[in-house]
């Protein structure tokens, strides 16, 4: 079976027999050259350089333009990279702009962007729509917004992954929400690196098809969402 983790981070442990291509994503300027590293030893990991709303407020000056460097000069996509207001404290203002500027380096380097919400849906849609969505592509990971809020995203072609996080037993809303996602744009991740069947035999049974079917159908997904970057 062909299988497409599309959202994890480091430590990237590989996985056993079938095939994963697996989305790595960095998070901060401390783990971009580690990410790099990784994929540069396997072809079956796609890398993702980007600044996380949890780590916007201990940037260092100029990270900026040392990640618009690496991104020239690797094929690497953005992020992970969003808005995340579920603090008190969260300093939005510095968030959105940190993320308006990796959207605009994914439009100028026509890359796909990795983008991660919580509790921020509405200035994620206003951003978008005064930023565009980057052609080469883009997803939301761990999805966690509202059934409005998908067809919003799906209307930009934008794809929505869920984490096994997302479909533990109690999250019921969000299992509503999985059965909305067209199958066009549905892709599915481990996030933490855990068993990736697993989250796709959840995801099957809540969606009502059959596990092959579902890995099938996110394995094309993946492969378009991130065909930028792929051999
Ligand atoms: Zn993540």
Do not use: Y
């Not at 079938?18 to 796609?46: F, K, N, S, Y």
């Not at 980007?50 to 991104?71: I, K, N, Q, S």
């Not at 579920?86 to 100028?108: K, T």
């Not at 998908?150 to 984490?163: C, E, K, P, R, T």
């Amino acid at each position: 079976m062909l299988l497409f983790d599309a959202h994890r981070h480091l430590p990237d442990t590989g996985t056993g027999s079938p095939v994963q291509i697996r989305v790595v994503c960095g998070t901060r300027e401390a783990d971009w050259d580690a990410v790099l590293a990784q994929a540069a030893t396997d072809p079956h990991v796609i890398p993702m350089l980007g600044l996380h709303p949890w780590f916007v407020a201990t940037a260092a000056p100029g990270w900026e333009a040392r990640l618009d460097a690496l991104l020239r000069a690797h094929r690497t996509g953005v992020g992970e990279c969003g808005l995340d207001f579920a603090r008190e404290a969260a300093d939005r203002p510095a968030q959105e702009q940190a993320f308006r500027l990796q959207l605009r380096l994914a439009h100028a380097l026509h890359r796909p962007v990795a983008i991660h919400a919580v509790r921020a849906w509405g200035r994620l849609l206003d951003l978008l729509r005064e930023e565009g969505v980057p052609p080469a592509g883009a997803l939301v990971h761990a999805f966690s917004g509202s059934p409005e809020t998908v067809s919003a995203l799906q209307a930009m072609g934008i794809f929505l992954s869920f984490s096994a996080e997302g479909l533990a037993p109690a999250r019921t809303k969000i299992h509503e929400v999985l059965r909305a996602v067209p199958s066009s744009h549905l892709l599915l991740e481990t996030d933490d690196g855990g068993d990736l069947e697993r989250v796709i035999a959840t995801a099957a049974v809540l969606r009502g098809v059959a596990a092959e079917d579902l890995a099938a159908r996110t394995w094309k997904n993946g492969l378009r969402c991130f065909k930028e970057l792929m051999a």
